[in-house]
């Protein structure tokens, strides 16, 4: 079977353009990710690859290479893609550029691994507010120091929206695409026009057994079903990976159907699900201004929350259009295009976190399609399937991550306690 395409992830979190990029053909030998909980649920999904946990400050080229080298890698290693959505402020100082600004300092980071790796192609994610007002400066100079480590930058760049590309999400997010000189420039994906690739909420979620039904899931995120749900959609099919084209040309993973993840229940009070039940699909309950799912739409976009250094506080997640509480983390990755396989931390605020920070997958996967076909390479449906990690991973606090690790806590600590969970 031809080697499948090398790529490297930075700044990964749980892995949603991981899975996308393997989705479509790649084999993410090493993804990079200084949160050391992100990294554990990162390691725990991709078992068969690096994870590194630390910051790219702290990484070279060369140290990636050799790494790839140690797994098998060509001699001649030529690494095809390298990716990441570096965190940035997009503004300068005055009289600075904005790449100079020490906010910035990531995004020179990602320039940095680049130029040191060399790869055929990047990908750089980030935030729609990068090309506004005065943002596009950053953009402009961000582009032109690609330019100037010999990469040509797909023009004119562009913003994608994830619910043009099978996504129960209104997320818009600017995607840059450079490839090394010389080489072929990779498309745009184009937005299906077929309905049937535009999922809603309800196809997202009607299958999944309500939460609040199952007292175990008060104190932790999973529960044995008697039978798996049916999903009753397309796009539940494909959550489920009922068929073997739902693992597109990824690997597929040995994993237990009827077991429900990533569900542990929101405790809300009565008055609040009152008041849930009064809010009409599609309009926000005042109070929280938490959105109400509309079953014929699609969601709004799905947020990180705060860090530990700013409050660690969770996610708003939104309400669901069926039962009168705030959707679990579980179903927030359906709403994102993870599927039912791919667990997220146990808990809700690490779970949602990640999941919020994330690339959807399904979107990460139609540009991973267009940089295959530049590369020139016909993906291949591999034969092996892989274990996932160690189901301790999924509920360390950060504490035990960092001992996990062997590595000190690269953060503040936490402003509170994390929730404890089991796991099956």
């Known amino acids: 079977m031809p080697q499948r395409p090398i790529a490297i992830d930075l700044f990964a979190g749980a892995g949603g353009l991981s899975l996308g990029f393997e989705q479509g053909g790649f084999d993410v030998a090493i993804a990079v990710e200084i949160d050391p909980v992100h990294g554990l649920v990162h390691h725990f999904n991709f078992a068969q690859w690096v994870t590194l946990p630390r910051s790219v400050k702290e990484v070279t080229g060369k140290a990636l290479r050799e790494k790839i080298r140690a797994q098998g890698g060509d001699g001649d290693l030529d690494v095809d893609v390298v990716m990441g959505g570096a965190p940035c402020q997009g503004f300068s100082l005055i009289g600075q550029r904005a790449l100079d ?9 990602f320039l940095r691994i680049v130029r040191e790796v060399q790869p055929k192609y990047f990908l750089f994610e980030n935030v729609k507010g990068l090309t506004i007002g005065r943002h596009r400066q950053f953009l402009k100079e961000l582009i032109g120091e690609a330019e100037a480590a010999d990469y040509q930058v797909v023009t004119p760049w562009q913003v994608l929206n994830a619910a043009d590309f099978g996504v129960p999400q209104n997320r818009e997010r600017l995607f840059l695409l450079g490839a090394r000189r010389g080489l072929p420039l990779p498309n745009y994906p184009e937005p299906s026009d077929d309905q049937s690739d535009r999922p809603t909420c309800q196809d997202a979620l009607a299958d999944l057994p309500d939460a609040d039904t199952f ?19 397309a796009y539940g099919q494909k959550m489920r990976c009922s068929s073997p084209n739902a693992w597109h040309f990824g690997y597929q993973r040995y994993w237990d159907p009827q077991i429900l993840t990533s569900s542990v229940r929101t405790q809300h009070t009565r008055k609040i699900r009152d008041r849930f039940r009064q809010t009409r699909p599609g309009t926000r309950d005042q109070p929280s201004r938490f959105l109400k799912l509309d079953p014929n739409g699609v969601a709004n976009t799905l947020r990180a ?7 660690a506080f969770t996610s708003p997640r939104p309400i669901h259009y069926q039962y009168n509480r705030c959707v679990t983390v579980r179903e927030m990755a359906r709403l994102h295009g993870f599927p039912d396989w791919f667990r997220l931390h146990a808990t809700k605020w690490h779970g949602a976190r990640q999941i919020g920070n994330s690339v959807p997958p399904p979107l990460a996967r139609a540009i991973a399609a267009e940089i295959i076909q530049a590369l020139g390479h016909t993906p291949n449906r591999p034969a092996e399937i892989y274990e996932l990690g160690d189901r301790h991973l999924l509920s360390m606090d950060i504490s035990a991550a960092c001992r996990y690790w062997k590595i000190d806590n690269p953060f503040a600590p936490r ?5 404890a969970a089991s796991t099956d």
């Not at 600004?101 to 980071?109: A, C, G, H, T």
């Not at 007292?215 to 959609?233: E, F, Y």
């Not at 402003?415 to 929730?419: C, I, L, N, T």
């Open 101 to 109: 600004d020490p906010r910035n300092f990531l995004v020179k980071e």
């Open 305 to 311: 929350g705060t860090d530990s250094a700013r409050g």
């Open 215 to 233: 007292a175990q899931l008060r104190d932790r995120d999973t529960v044995k079903l008697k039978t798996p749900p049916m999903p009753v959609s």
């Open 415 to 419: 402003s509170r306690p994390a929730f």
